[in-house]
């Protein structure tokens, strides 16, 4: 089976993005570039398989997608950001025109890995915020019952990020029940779920990426400069 074959999905019903009726005749066209990060290392990692089902999923939709691997990214602080992994992560996320976040849920809350990535994505730079107006998709694993405690943190992450997060989210509980022995995820309504995530996702980011400027203008920013922006979105607090 090909990496990208949709064994669970009816062709009949999953539709293509009807562009013309979110974008105007003077807005981008290209394909949107989607950001995906996952919150664990383990070797057989649900957060992973959840994102690879995403990121399959949004290509058949018609964007670019590229997907960060966390393996090596040291703690927030713990290096400069000069370090190669967090200088990767930061051109993706300043590449990027959207986000899917999918993080495990680990003691009722994300994981550090997944909190790690977000932290080392900067607020600003140079006065450019690299993640203000950008779409975001959330979803969570958990081993457990159904549980909503880290979209819930994460929500609260993008709009932090001045990110425009949109309303569906996905919650995968009992993940180990949900993935085959090829590390596909099972037919179920869980699975139908992040078909509507990330369905949902294309549509939004399609609506607003180039609009993202003007609806992410505003007065008390106009009378700043750069500089004065910079200085004040990266200032310490510790």
């Given at each position: 089976?090909?990496?990208?074959q949709?064994?669970?999905?009816?062709?009949?019903?999953?539709?293509?993005?009807?562009?013309?009726?979110?974008?105007?005749?003077?807005?981008?066209?290209?394909?949107?570039?989607?950001?995906?990060?996952?919150?664990?290392?383990?070797?057989?990692?649900?957060?992973?398989?959840?994102?690879?089902?995403?990121?399959?999923?949004l290509?058949?939709?018609?964007?670019?997608?590229?997907?960060?691997?966390?393996?090596?990214?040291?703690?927030?602080?713990?290096?400069d950001?000069?370090?190669?992994?967090?200088?990767?992560?930061?051109?993706?996320?300043?590449?990027?025109?959207?986000?899917?976040?999918?993080?495990?849920?680990?003691?009722?809350?994300?994981?550090?890995?997944?909190k790690?990535?977000?932290?080392?994505?900067?607020?600003?730079?140079?006065?450019?915020?690299?993640?203000?107006?950008?779409?975001?998709?959330?979803?969570?694993?958990?081993?457990?019952?159904?549980?909503?405690?880290?979209?819930?943190?994460?929500?609260?992450?993008?709009?932090?990020?001045?990110?425009?997060?949109?309303?569906?989210?996905?919650?995968?509980?009992?993940?180990?029940?949900?993935?085959?022995?090829?590390?596909?995820?099972?037919?179920?309504?869980?699975?139908?779920?992040?078909?509507?995530?990330?369905?949902?996702?294309v549509?939004?980011?399609?609506?607003?990426?180039?609009?993202?400027?003007?609806?992410?203008?505003?007065?008390?920013?106009?009378?700043?400069s750069?500089?004065?922006?910079?200085?004040?979105?990266n200032?310490?607090?510790?």
């Open positions: 089976m090909s990496p990208d949709l064994p669970n999905i009816d062709p009949e019903h999953l539709h293509p993005i009807d562009v013309n009726a979110l974008v105007g005749p003077d807005q981008p066209r290209h394909p949107p570039r989607i950001l995906v990060l996952y919150g664990s290392l383990r070797e057989r990692s649900y957060s992973r398989l959840v994102s690879e089902e995403a990121g399959r999923l290509r058949w939709y018609g964007c670019e997608v590229r997907t960060f691997d966390p393996a090596g990214l040291p703690l927030a602080d713990d290096a950001a000069s370090h190669p992994k967090v200088q990767a992560l930061r051109e993706l996320a300043e590449w990027s025109e959207g986000m899917v976040w999918v993080s495990p849920e680990r003691h009722g809350a994300m994981t550090g890995l997944m790690t990535q977000i932290d080392w994505i900067p607020l600003a730079l140079g006065g450019v915020r690299p993640t203000q107006g950008k779409t975001l998709a959330v979803m969570q694993v958990s081993g457990g019952s159904q549980s909503f405690n880290a979209v819930n943190q994460l929500r609260i992450l993008g709009r932090w990020m001045r990110m425009l997060t949109i309303p569906n989210q996905s919650s995968v509980p009992k993940a180990f029940h949900e993935f085959d022995e090829a590390e596909r995820m099972r037919l179920s309504p869980l699975y139908l779920r992040i078909v509507d995530v990330c369905e949902e996702l549509k939004f980011t399609l609506l607003t990426r180039g609009r993202s400027a003007y609806l992410t203008d505003r007065y008390s920013e106009r009378i700043e750069a500089e004065a922006v910079s200085r004040r979105v200032q310490k607090t510790h």
